[in-house]
């Protein structure tokens, strides 16, 4: 396994590693990103040939460069942070409590940015778009946008392009082609009873015992498809019932999150869970049946068959070596919606935020024998998870350069 020479690759200048700082430094959540937006219309302003749009279904930002005749491209990044308590140390964590770039949105927007500096100095022919989209984590931001007639008020693509930071070693990228990462579902559960004193249980209908019982025997409806490719995820993240030792509560309530790779697939196992959770209210007696809400719906991301293959040789090409991947994520996304909605082909990559340093030969054996990141290393999510920027940002700026030129000199 190889990875690019960050010592040869484009140096970054202090300008841009001083975006990133700021970004970092600042956080916002979903649908709350309006100093983000400030910065990146500033940004984008003060390259020549871009026009500017801000406040694009709701916090978004759209930026479009002219060249001439010829095809329309989007780039896409994502810029809002986590609910999370950062925990990395660095001098320029984020000075807002409770919010983190723990995905690595801030990369993906510098990394934009400085692509959108590069394409500017040497103004291909054909437009770029580039798409600065809020709420990602949400799964609202992208078709916030697209409600807000994305397609209508700018040049429609020919082809969307993305990429996201992962603990993987700076400057390696991973695809596929076809689907690339999961559909996701929050749901909410919520059990209701009969309260008490803890005292005497024969007294209650315990929602706390019913909710326990359905995350004990919820994963049965995962186990029973291990043998299925791609088989779904169900996890419970979360769980509350009540306030004192010695009081049996009125209700429970569970967030669970699933994982699907098709829509039968999700129907399956949405259906599935409700039966579950109905079950187990009838069996423990309840007063009413469960509630159960699904929200915060992402849908498959998939690739498009050829265009991906095409981009990922064009990477490779370029300097930026591709490790092709076996069976697609259980991460989510909601950036396939644009092409969905374009009608047109949409390829999305993930691509190294760690100093390949390092990385031992254990470690790369068990990416390329078993297609998994070593768990010492924070991921994705974690508020330990902090990408390497002055490696990591020249690969993702050469890789968003690379893809978007050879799609732009595309005639047909």
């Given at each position: ?63 479009v460069l002219q060249g001439g ?38 990369t993906h927007v510098t990394a ?11 103004r291909p022919a054909g437009t ?285």
């Open positions: 396994m190889t990875t690019t020479d960050t010592a040869a690759a484009p140096a970054m200048s202090e300008h841009w590693q001083q975006v990133y700082r700021q970004l970092h430094s600042h956080p916002e959540l979903s649908g709350q990103e309006h100093g983000t937006a400030s910065l990146v219309g500033a940004e984008l302003r003060a390259l020549e040939g871009w026009e500017v749009t801000t406040g694009v279904g709701g916090t978004g930002v759209v930026g005749p010829g095809p329309v491209v989007w780039l896409r990044a994502d810029m809002d942070g986590l609910p999370v308590q950062e925990d990395t140390g660095l001098e320029y964590a984020s000075r807002t409590a409770g919010v983190m770039h723990a995905c690595g949105h801030d934009l940015l400085g692509a959108c500096a590069q394409l500017s100095e040497d770029v778009v580039a798409i600065f989209q809020p709420a990602e984590e949400t799964g609202a931001g992208a078709q916030r946008m697209l409600d807000d007639r994305l397609l209508e008020r700018f040049p429609k693509p020919a082809i969307v392009l993305g990429q996201h930071v992962a603990p993987l070693p700076a400057g390696l990228a991973i695809s596929k082609s076809g689907p690339l990462m999961a559909a996701s579902d929050s749901i909410r559960v919520r059990f209701t009873g009969s309260g008490g004193h803890g005292s005497q249980p024969h007294l209650a209908v315990d929602p706390l015992l019913m909710a326990a019982s359905f995350v004990v025997r919820m994963q049965s409806l995962t186990a029973r498809q291990a043998a299925v490719p791609s088989g779904p995820v169900l996890v419970a993240g979360s769980l509350h019932a009540g306030s004192r030792p010695n009081i049996i509560s009125e209700s429970a309530e569970l967030l669970l999150t699933l994982r699907t790779f098709s829509d039968s697939q999700r129907d399956g196992m949405l259906d599935a869970i409700a039966r579950l959770a109905r079950t187990e209210a009838e069996a423990a007696g309840a007063p009413v049946p469960p509630e159960f809400a699904p929200y915060d719906h992402f849908p498959v991301t998939v690739n498009t068959e050829g265009d991906t293959e095409r981009i990922m040789a064009t990477l490779t090409d370029g300097g930026v070596p591709v490790l092709p991947m076996t069976h697609p994520l259980t991460g989510s996304e909601d950036f396939g919606t644009f092409g969905t909605a374009a009608g047109c082909p949409s390829v999305f990559w993930h691509i190294g935020g760690i100093d390949p340093t390092r990385f031992t030969e254990a470690d790369q054996a068990l990416m390329l024998t078993e297609h998994t990141i070593p768990p010492r290393f924070p991921s994705n999510h974690s508020p330990r998870f902090a990408p390497d920027p002055e490696k990591t940002l020249p690969a993702m700026i050469t890789a968003m350069v690379t893809a978007a030129r050879a799609e732009l000199a595309r005639t047909s």
